[in-house]
């Protein structure tokens, strides 16, 4: 996982982002 606290404003976001896609993702994959 990266580390969010590091990057810049834009990284911080897509990297926050990105980590409610991989949730999302292991969420429905938890459901199957």
Request: hydrophobic share 40%; proline share 0%; charged share 30%.
């Amino acid at each position: 996982m990266l580390n969010c606290s590091r990057v810049s404003h834009l990284y911080r976001f897509l990297c926050k982002w990105r980590g409610l896609r991989e949730a999302k993702m292991g969420l429905q994959q938890w459901k199957r």
